[in-house]
């Protein structure tokens, strides 16, 4: 064998084993970061997650869905189908089991999924939404500690503007958790899920694995934008875990 065709051999050797560690370090960041995902939404590979699915706030049929409801239940499946898991569509007045069992996604607000409704009351009772249909435009506001976060009409010059809430709560550390998804209107609840399954590593590097968190976000001009254009408008943690004071007594 000459020399030149030896160092073809060994060049070609070479090139075979730095192309399969290269692949073989590649597979393991992958397997890393799914790892990691899983562990941030609770979803081991195999398991079961539940997804709650509110009604049509406006409808009067208690099985009718938003169309951007929809979407935004499309896209929590693809996250669940990323992590190899499956997924349970339960309507939200017919969920009857706690937390901790099976990681949860909670769609839409208090008015429209007595899921959250529940879970706002029981883990994060500093957290509010409230509802003025007096005017010629409905307006909702999500207050939290005192600070009021309110929708504004669509036929405003700006477009207007809608907040949602995006919380992740646990009972106790190694628990699975759930993820409260409550908007002010169904774009809303879209632009929160889209915001989460965008920043969800940022998210998860701030919070942990095992962290509770209640984020404001604001859709800007969803009559033009729909939810592409989603802004953290504050991390409202601290005051949405705190019970408000109790009234004082009549007389």
């Known amino acids: 064998m000459t ?10 050797v070479a090139s075979a084993i730095s192309a399969g560690l290269g692949w073989l370090a590649q597979n393991l960041r992958r397997r890393r970061r799914l790892e990691r995902v899983r562990a941030f939404f609770g979803l081991p590979a195999g398991n079961e997650c539940l997804i ?9 049929s208690g099985k009718s869905v938003s169309r951007n409801d929809v979407f935004a239940l499309m896209e929590i ?9 499956e997924a ?11 937390l901790g069992h099976k990681a949860e996604f909670c769609l839409g607000g208090p008015v429209s999924n007595d899921r959250t409704a529940a879970h706002l009351a029981s883990w994060l009772p500093g957290a ?17 500690g005192g600070e009021e976060f309110r ?11 809608v907040f949602a809430l995006l919380a992740r709560v646990h009972r106790t550390r190694g628990n699975r958790p759930a993820f409260l998804v409550a908007g002010q209107s169904a774009v809303a609840n879209h632009a929160a899920v889209r915001y989460l399954a965008a920043n969800h590593h940022r998210l998860a590097r701030r ?16 009559k033009a934008y729909g939810p592409d254009v989603v802004e953290l408008a504050a991390d409202v943690t601290t005051r949405a875990l705190e019970r408000p004071p109790a009234p004082a007594p009549a007389g």
């Open 207 to 222: 919070y942990g694995e095992d962290g509770t968190f209640a984020l404001v976000l604001k859709v800007v001009n969803p």
């Open 88 to 98: 349970d569509l339960v309507v939200h007045d017919e969920v009857r089991q706690g």
């Open 52 to 60: 709650v699915v509110n009604r049509h706030a406006a409808s009067t």
């Open 77 to 85: 499946a693809a996250l669940v189908k990323e992590c190899g898991a």
């Open 3 to 12: 020399d030149s065709l030896l160092n073809v051999l060994l060049g070609l």
């Open 128 to 144: 509010a939404f409230r509802q003025d249909l007096s005017g010629a435009a409905p307006v909702f506001t999500l207050a939290v």
């Open 151 to 161: 929708s504004e009409s669509e036929s405003e010059p700006s477009g207007g503007q």
